[in-house]
């Protein structure tokens, strides 16, 4: 069976920081692009950072650029989301997902880890 498990969130002050992890089981993404994603509570899921197969390119929302750094460790089949200068409005579910033709596939959507940004 194949999963995404994202571990690594928690509560952190405004200005703090955080790792979140992205662990694949049940096959490999070593090929694949990666995303992660963030839903706050009244909002849609939505992409906020990306990376190649090879880590070699990045892309970010406007929303988190030059605060969030995405990376890969594709022989530990990892995906990791470093939170920097965090703000109260980046609470949310962070999630992250294989990315097909720029899009998630819906089977692997995991239960996702919880980041509060206390003010």
């Known amino acids: 069976q194949v999963q995404l498990v994202e571990f690594g969130g928690g509560l952190v002050q405004a200005g703090g920081s955080l790792r979140l992890s992205c662990e694949a089981s049940?096959?490999?993404?070593?090929?694949?692009?990666m995303g992660w994603f963030r839903q706050a509570p009244g909002n849609e899921r939505g992409l906020i950072a990306r990376?190649?197969?090879?880590?070699?390119?990045?892309d970010y929302a406007a929303s988190v650029k030059g605060r969030f750094t995405i990376s890969r460790d594709n022989a530990k089949n990892l995906v990791y989301l470093q939170l920097n200068s965090l703000k109260p409005e980046d609470t949310a579910v962070y999630y992250c997902?294989?990315?097909?033709?720029?899009?998630?596939?819906?089977?692997?959507w995991g239960q996702g880890t919880q980041v509060t940004v206390s003010s």
């Open positions: 990376i190649d197969w090879s880590g070699g390119y990045t």
């Open positions: 997902n294989v990315l097909v033709d720029g899009k998630p596939l819906d089977k692997y």
């Open positions: 049940g096959r490999t993404f070593s090929s694949d692009a």
